[in-house]
């Protein structure tokens, strides 16, 4: 992400807590994994919460962990300790929940659930919202003591149509993931393509991206020579296509 390297490499050493905000699909978790990946914490774990959809007490189970004398399971403070807890849309925990965290950034202990044996924890929180977190702490649905310990550093991540200067890293980015993780045949897009994929708005932002490179890695034959416009999905060409007309006429 062009626009954040410069802020997000400076703040990365640091242990400072990061909240970043932006659009669904804008790749709030790829910016964290990068801040990670080149933190003093890089070789530890970078473990996720998506607060979305989790009932307070499953919430609660996986931060905490459990230990009732029946089960000893970690949670994620316990996994995350010496790296990283990345936690996607913050303001869908509990006020309780939200209280307790706040308790654990300021203490940097807690208990299991079912235990009364404090855990000593060093790790740092990157937190992330596609939601205006001041009009949340106003409707009550997020602490404001919480929200000013989490926002040390902010980092707002504009939609991808705001930057479209990132298309080709960001492709060529998702190409080595999908290679390595799911052992696709690399592809290269042309620059007649990427002309095209620049033009395209890109609603889905950062994630609709990705699923078309995946997409175009899985369709592509072997050795059938670089990504054209016409394998690029039909929404791109014909939406980049209207767009070209009126150009055009104007012109």
């Avoid at 307070?56 to 010496?82: C, H, P, V």
């Avoid at 992330?128 to 009550?140: F, M, P, T, V, W």
Wanted: charged share 25%; hydrophobic share 35%.
């Amino acid at each position: 992400i062009k626009s954040l390297t410069g802020d997000a490499v400076l703040a990365a050493p640091s242990n400072s807590r990061i909240l970043i905000t932006g659009a669904p699909g804008t790749g709030k978790e790829v910016l964290a994994r990068m801040i990670h990946k080149n933190s003093l914490r890089k070789d530890h774990a970078f473990v996720t919460l998506h607060s979305i959809n989790i009932s307070e007490s499953n919430m609660e189970l996986e931060l905490f962990g459990i230990s009732d004398g029946k089960t000893n399971k970690a949670g994620l403070l316990e996994q995350a300790n010496g790296g990283t807890l990345f936690i996607d849309e913050i303001m869908d925990m509990s006020l309780t929940t939200q209280n307790k965290l706040l308790k654990v950034l300021q203490q940097q202990t807690f208990e299991k659930i079912g235990s009364s044996e404090s855990i000593n924890v060093d790790i740092r929180i990157i937190s992330a919202s596609s939601k205006d977190l001041l009009d949340e702490i106003k409707n009550g649905n997020l602490s404001q003591s919480l929200y000013y310990r989490l926002n040390v550093v902010p980092l707002h991540i504009p939609t991808l149509k705001e930057r479209k200067e990132d298309i080709r890293a960001l492709s060529e980015s998702f190409i080595e993931q999908f290679s390595d993780t799911l052992g696709l045949q690399k592809i290269e897009i042309s620059d007649e393509a990427h002309a095209i994929m620049s033009m395209y708005d890109w609603p889905g932002n950062t994630r609709q991206l990705k699923n078309t490179v995946e997409r175009l890695m899985i369709m592509r034959p072997q050795n059938s020579g670089a990504v054209t416009p016409k394998d690029l999905p039909t929404e791109l060409c014909s939406k980049t296509q209207i767009r070209a007309n009126d150009n055009d006429a104007l012109g």
